[in-house]
């Protein structure tokens, strides 16, 4: 039987979709901590921006999925990532990428649970429109979901970080790992 030769690429799939994902997420995050945050529940356009910020948290919810199964189905091609010289910032990294996963599914589910328990979808999505809930800053999976924001915006950094760490400190080419090339 012969034996397949590993890669040091991931798969173009999985590329595109971690910086898709990664774009949003920035979007997402930012529109929700620096514009919805700040805007009354009675302004004008609070109702469209939850919209966008709705269908792009959703949308991020479906892409992970999606990134998940194309890594699980592709990460066995592919070259283990070199040892950073540091089993504690190895560890670190594996920490980081599994907490961006489990941190961004539960901002997704927190963002569904605060849009179900506070009446959003008829608002948001309903043919009448209307002035979002009060209930919105107030339900427990609201403030879940504002804390998980915070966690992701620390695991992105510590990421980018660890990254550009790697690229021009260590030069271990970890960096064209998740970049488009010849695999």
């Not at 469209?48 to 592709?74: E, Y």
């Amino acid at each position: 039987m012969a034996t397949t030769q590993k890669t040091r690429r991931h798969h173009p799939v999985l590329v595109a979709l971690h910086w898709l994902v990664g774009l949003m997420l920035v979007v997402a995050l930012g529109m929700g901590t620096f514009v919805l945050d700040a805007m009354p529940l009675d302004a004008p356009g609070k109702v469209d921006a939850l919209r966008g910020h709705m269908v792009v948290g959703l949308s991020i919810g479906a892409l992970m999925l999606v990134r998940l199964v194309v890594r699980l189905l592709t990460v066995k091609n592919v070259e283990p990532t070199p040892a950073s010289g540091s089993p504690a910032k190895d560890v670190l990294a594996k920490a980081v990428h599994g907490g961006l996963y489990v941190l961004v599914f539960a901002m997704v589910g927190s963002g569904v649970a605060t849009s179900v328990l506070s009446g959003l979808p008829d608002v948001v999505f309903g043919p009448a429109g209307g002035v979002v809930p009060d209930a919105v800053r107030t339900v427990a999976p609201r403030m879940v979901h504002g804390w998980i924001a915070k966690g992701i915006a620390i695991l992105v950094f510590l990421h980018i970080a660890g990254t550009l760490m790697r690229h021009f400190v260590n030069k271990d080419g970890t960096m064209s790992r998740m970049w488009w090339g010849k695999r």
